[in-house]
């Protein structure tokens, strides 16, 4: 079983939905969570960065952390074209290595 | 403008042959990063390092090398040990103690 794992989509909604992307991990310590977004032949790029639980809005972008569930999610509101990239869930258990387990990634395509 | 570089963009590798990859920050950061990326599974970790002189294996280490001579610096050398290398290689880098890793927009190796 992977420590992190994460539907690979793809995912098609129209322009203007509400996407909904999650990851759910099996290690109890992981801490910190993060989402990138990573465009074709780019590097990921960070959206949201959440230590422990609960959540963080920035924009049309919302972050959710249910530790007790070890659950969380990425939520776009009013999705854009611009939006279609590979979401990246990421997390680590210590600040001091800073060791990231990635989740696979989700394809996602906002159709105009 | 602050960031991190990565040469080349795009790299070829014959038979029996080592490349290195190149990899430079001007963000003042103490940690750097090498992950290998592949369809369908996400990041691996190969090295990492979090201070000058220093440096650690990390899950995928096997057929690579690194050197940390500067802080700004971290080469990944691709050897002829590593059957499989054709892949998109990320560095990353970040400050140490729980801060989230910034990405270059990656290195894609190819088998001649």
């Known amino acids: 079983q992977k420590e992190v794992e994460q539907d690979p989509g793809p995912l098609s909604v129209p322009e203007g939905a509400i996407v909904s992307l999650n990851c759910t991990y099996s290690?109890?310590?992981?801490?910190?969570f993060m989402w990138y977004r990573q465009y074709s032949r780019k590097g990921p790029e960070l959206l949201m960065y959440?230590?422990?639980?609960g959540n963080k809005e920035d924009g049309r972008f919302t972050a959710q952390v249910d530790k007790s569930s070890k659950y969380i999610s990425l939520f776009i509101r009013d999705s854009q074209p611009s939006d279609s990239a590979t979401y990246l869930c990421a997390m680590s258990a210590s600040g001091a290595t800073n060791k990231l387990i990635f989740g696979t990634g989700t394809l996602l395509a906002v159709q105009p | 403008d602050g960031g991190i570089t990565q040469s080349p963009k795009y790299l070829f590798r014959k038979e029996g042959q080592n490349v290195t990859l190149s990899c430079e920050q001007n963000?003042?950061?103490?940690?750097m990063y090498w992950y290998r990326q592949d369809p369908g599974q996400g990041l691996r970790l190969i090295y990492y390092?979090?201070?000058?002189?220093?440096?650690q294996k990390g899950d995928i280490a096997e057929g690579y090398s690194v050197s940390r001579e500067k802080k700004e610096s971290f080469p990944l050398t691709v050897t002829s040990a590593q059957k499989n290398p054709t892949a998109f290689y990320l560095c990353?880098?970040?400050?140490?103690?729980?801060?989230?890793?910034?990405f270059g927009d990656g290195t894609r190796l190819s088998i001649l």
């Open positions: 959440t230590y422990s639980s």
């Open positions: 990353a880098s970040t400050h140490t103690g729980g801060q989230p890793q910034h």
């Open positions: 390092s979090q201070i000058v002189n220093d440096f």
């Open positions: 963000l003042n950061h103490d940690a």
């Open positions: 290690n109890s310590a992981f801490q910190y």
